[in-house]
């Protein structure tokens, strides 16, 4: 039997049906998902009115009650956005197609755009992405597990000169943990905390009382056995045992370890967590078209509202 990924049911859009499609299907299609109930006409988004007219010249609308003049990008994540609505449909369609990521240089090449606004760009959709687990809780059978990420120490030239890297006396201080958290058949929780240990709390919060937690033998998981039926597996014997295996969580850092690896090369420090939501997301929708993985992460961008951590990032940069 044909795997999902390798089925024509698997590609229901392509870049050639969005650069066929025009700039003002494109436009149409933003204008949908930004007022899905209202069919895609204009809603004033200060006082909420329907009655707007369009200024055509300048695809913007003028609310008849306030008088407010937004456009359909107004308040969303892509406010103040420059790129044409084809090369925003092109891009997300490029970035869900990456099984494992995208690098923020082949989208600059690919939309022949500046490689700071294809670097903005993509990790304004990955904090798109992260509003999906906002306050999610994870029930059933739940599987968790650390990795460590970051904190590289280039070894030196001469033998005699190297130190053991892996003694916490020579470490960076920069190493962080991912912890992920995954119900089998369900969705994924990520969380980057010091320790694995630390995530513990993570779990009251998120993790329904009555879950059969799978972990592995790690000691920061043993006061997890105070608050849920917990199962442990000892990978130095075995990956399984009688059903308690940690293999969906280490599907997780697979994909992660390959993103970092053979993509992003770099994803330790203060972007670790919008790249672990990412590997999160791809894991939960891996078996849906790459047709509904676009339209989810437009809806979920254009449900967003104007990113604090994006907005100008540049400017304050430079």
Not at 219 to 235: E, K, M, P, Q, S
């Amino acid at each position: 039997m044909q795997h999902f990924l390798l089925s024509s049911k698997a590609r229901s859009i392509s870049l050639k049906a969005v650069f066929t499609m025009g700039e003002d299907k494109a436009y149409k299609t933003f204008c949908d998902m930004r007022w899905p109930e209202n069919d895609g006409e204009a809603v004033c988004p200060r006082c909420g009115c329907v009655e707007v007219y369009g200024i055509a010249t300048r695809r913007k609308f003028k609310c008849v009650a306030c008088h407010h003049q937004f456009s359909v990008t107004s308040g969303t994540i892509f406010a103040s956005r420059k790129m044409s609505f084809t090369d925003l449909l092109a891009a997300i369609v490029i970035f869900v197609n990456g099984a494992k990521g995208i690098a923020a240089l082949q989208l600059s090449r690919d939309l022949d755009c500046q490689y700071k606004t294809a670097f903005v760009l993509t990790h304004k959709l990955r904090e798109a992405m992260r509003r999906e687990m906002a306050g999610r809780q994870l029930d059933g059978i739940v599987e968790i597990d650390g990795a460590y990420f970051g904190g590289y120490s280039k070894p030196e030239n001469r033998k005699e000169d190297r130190k053991d890297r892996r003694l916490k006396a020579n470490l960076t201080g920069k190493r962080q943990c991912v912890v992920i958290m995954r119900e089998r058949g369900g969705k994924s929780l990520p969380f980057i905390v010091r320790n694995e240990g630390d995530a513990v709390p993570f779990v009251r919060d998120h993790v329904g009382t009555l879950t059969t937690i799978m972990a592995d033998e790690g000691t920061g998981w043993d006061a997890l056995h105070a608050g849920w039926d917990t199962r442990r597996i000892n990978h130095s014997v075995a990956f399984s045992d009688e059903g308690a295996c940690t293999n969906q969580a280490e599907s997780y850092f697979s994909r992660l370890r390959r993103m970092e690896v053979g993509t992003h090369h770099h994803i330790a420090g203060p972007y670790l967590n919008a790249y672990a939501g990412e590997a999160s997301w791809r894991e939960d929708n891996r078996r849906t078209d790459n047709g509904a993985q676009a339209g989810m992460v437009a809806m979920a961008a254009m449900g967003s509202r104007v990113s604090r951590q994006w907005k100008g990032y540049w400017q304050r940069a430079g």
